[in-house]
Structure formats: C-alpha cells, structure tokens
C-alpha cells in the first residue's frame, strides 16, 4: 500500500514536493523499485523517474524532467519523496507514486498511491 | 524513446460481447508489455503483464496476446463494470504508455 502527501498548489518557479508511505514492503528491497508517473491531458502517462537499492541509492530520471528532479529515500520511514524543482505550469498534473521493478528487472507496475494533484500557478 | 499507439481511441460495445483493444509499439519490445485499466477518480490497476500474464486477482475475462510490436487486449464478456480507460505501457526501453483506449459499455 503507497499512501501519498503533498501541497496540491505550487507556485512557479518553486519547488514541488511529494510525500509516499510505503507499508506492507520494504523501500530498501532490491527486487523493486520505487517511482514517480504523472498524469495530465496534455502529455497523458508520464514516467518521472526510478529510486532504486543494491547495496547503495540510484536514481534513474526521465529526459523530461532531468536536471530538476531528485527522489529522497528515507528508511526510517518506510518512505520516499520527490522534489522538482523550478516548476512551470506545464508540470501541473496528477502524480502517483508506483512500485514497479527493479534495474535489469522486467515487469509492469503493480502498485500505485492515490494520486496528487498538483497545480502550479501564481 | 519507443512511442506506443493505441487504437481505437474510443470503443463502444455491448453488454456480452468481446472488446479487442490494440497496441504497438514503434519498434520490438519483445514481450516486455502491460496493461492498465484506469476508471475515473482512480489510479491505473495493473491487469495484464508480460503480455499475456494475467496480474493476481484479475478475471480470465482478460486476456492479453502479442509479440515484438504489435500486442491485443481482449476483453470477453463484457459488464457495465469494464467501462474504463486502457492503457498500455512497455517496460523493454525504460517505461512509456499509450495515450488509452476509453471503452464504453453500451
């Protein structure tokens, strides 16, 4: 289960930051990793990014959006964040938080949070 | 990146019949494909993946074919309840989707 947190309003150039709880699995696990996919009409579903442990951190990015994004691992709470930077309002939509694979694993996501929806505007 | 077309975009079909949603992707994926339902005010449910690999609790109402580029949902025995947007995504080339295919239940 992914339960999502987050600010639903974001004001340009700022930073947008989200909140995902994981519970009945481990952050720390190497067989999944953990990701960002938003949603909006105008670019529809959207892979952000990966956060993903074999004996350290890796964060995999999307072209889209690399440069601006960080996922934020935090074991103590079974718990991992995104941050983008510099928003615009091109990055308005809903966000989910995903458990899908690991690297060098292949198959689909199997486990979404809710969804935020994040509006960016002044 | 590999782009994935679903068609059609929109499908209209009657209460028991069959549903066939397509998709495919700009160049061979293997099997290396899922899809989603996704009804409104909810997040995407991962139905199918390794392209013809029902995820648990799915009804073998759904089933999924295909190899390479070109992969088929299909949909047996439709109810009221598989109203929703489909989508597809593939997992060979890091992860992108289709734009969905809305079914509707006549």
């Known amino acids: 289960h992914l339960q999502q947190s987050g600010p639903g309003l974001v004001k340009p150039s700022e930073t947008l930051s989200l909140t995902c709880v994981i519970s009945?699995?481990?952050?720390?696990?190497?067989?999944?990793?953990w990701y960002w996919i938003r949603q909006s009409p105008s670019r529809g579903l959207e892979w952000l990014g990966r956060?993903?442990?074999?004996?350290?951190?890796?964060?995999d990015y999307a072209l889209s959006v690399r440069g601006r994004i960080t996922f934020i691992p935090d074991t103590s709470k079974n718990q991992f964040s995104l941050q983008l930077d510099s928003v615009t309002p091109d990055d308005t939509g809903l966000y989910y938080c995903?458990?899908?694979?690991?690297?060098?694993?292949?198959?689909?996501?199997?486990?979404w949070g809710q969804g935020t929806t994040v509006t960016v505007s002044s | 990146e590999i782009v994935m077309t679903q068609s059609p975009a929109t499908l209209s079909v009657s209460p028991g019949e069959r549903a066939t949603l397509s998709c495919r992707a700009s160049?061979?994926?293997?099997?290396?494909l899922a899809w989603y339902q996704q009804k409104p005010g909810q997040a995407p449910r991962l139905l199918i993946d390794?392209?013809?690999t029902r995820a648990a609790g799915i009804s073998a109402r759904f089933s999924g074919s295909g190899f390479g580029t070109e992969f088929t949902l299909t949909i047996s025995s439709l109810q009221s309840e598989d109203s929703a947007v489909y989508y597809c995504?593939?997992?060979?080339?890091?992860?992108?989707f289709g734009q969905g295919t809305k079914l509707e239940i006549k």
């Open positions: 009945g699995d481990s952050l720390a696990t190497s067989s999944a990793g």
């Open positions: 995504q593939q997992y060979d080339n890091w992860y992108t």
């Open positions: 160049q061979s994926i293997g099997r290396n």
């Open positions: 995903v458990r899908g694979p690991g690297p060098y694993i292949y198959y689909g996501m199997d486990g």
């Open positions: 390794g392209a013809s």
């Open positions: 956060l993903s442990y074999r004996s350290d951190w890796s964060g």
